[in-house]
């Protein structure tokens, strides 16, 4: 694959726990929605063109939101976990991370995961 910014279209994938957006009082969806704006900003990109997915944002209620989900990461050139305690134990957030490996593998790239270390996580710590 050539250069990301190469492409006529980019969709990244925005990885988070529910349960630390709501206790954060929306922050990551604002910071998913910061980044999207200002990568978009940065690469002269139009709505259309460039996209950071996020399933609050993109899945209907009553949707099968699995296939969303799937179907986003099939899409996504890059993806940005949030990287919490919560998301750690989170087997959603561990589906979508799994997920995407195989999709950066199909890429034949080992550069597009951009994790966002949002609160410390001690297992992750060298010592």
Not at 34 to 55: K, M
Not at 91 to 107: I, T
Request: contains cysteine.
């Amino acid at each position: 694959m050539s250069q990301l910014a190469d492409l006529p279209e980019l969709i990244g994938f925005f990885s988070y726990s529910r349960e630390d957006d709501e206790d954060a009082h929306g922050s990551l969806s604002a910071l998913r929605d910061r980044i999207n704006r200002e990568l978009r900003s940065r690469l002269g990109r139009t709505r259309t063109e460039f996209r950071l997915w996020q399933d609050k944002a993109a899945i209907a209620h009553g949707t099968l939101w699995e296939d969303e989900i799937k179907s986003a990461i099939e899409q996504s050139v890059f993806f940005i976990p949030i990287v919490t305690p919560s998301t750690l134990r989170s087997k959603h957030c561990k589906f979508e991370f799994d997920m995407f490996l195989a999709r950066e593998n199909e890429l034949g790239r080992r550069d597009l995961i951009f994790p966002i270390l949002y609160i410390r996580v001690p297992q992750l710590e060298d010592d």
